[in-house]
């Protein structure tokens, strides 16, 4: 069994294969609006997922976390026309800060290889 890892820094991987399975770092992407964020993070994830030999019709999880709620139902209006519609994955979404202020999103996934 062996681990590969991807995007790797001092202190972190973006992505870490084992077993057959695919974990990603949380995602964050640029723009002003929680959609134009959205939108970028779901692009890094499709990036990832690709460089690793898998897709997001794979995703077996996915947590999301948002600074605040009152923006659920845009990133979920994102999340919706991105997700493959016959295999959604678990998912889970909470209220969270993030790294860094301007962050509106955080998406991490685990997917089958």
């Known amino acids: ?5 991807f995007g790797s820094g001092a202190r972190m991987s973006q992505a870490v294969t084992h077993n057959g399975i695919a974990y990603l770092a949380g995602q964050v ?3 002003d609006s929680m959609s134009a964020q959205t939108r970028d ?3 890094n994830v499709d990036k990832w997922l690709a ?5 997001k019709s794979k995703i077996l999880s996915a947590t999301i976390w948002i600074t605040d709620m009152a923006d ?3 990133m979920n209006a994102v999340w919706d026309a991105w997700v493959d519609a ?9 209220e969270a ?3 860094l202020p301007k962050f509106k999103v955080e998406v991490m996934v685990t997917a089958a290889i």
């Open 1 to 5: 069994m062996s681990i590969k890892r």
């Open 29 to 31: 992407g640029n723009g």
């Open 41 to 43: 993070v779901l692009a």
């Open 51 to 55: 460089e690793i030999g898998s897709d």
């Open 72 to 74: 659920f139902a845009e």
């Open 86 to 94: 016959d295999n959604p994955p678990a998912r889970a979404c909470t």
């Open 97 to 99: 800060a993030l790294a």
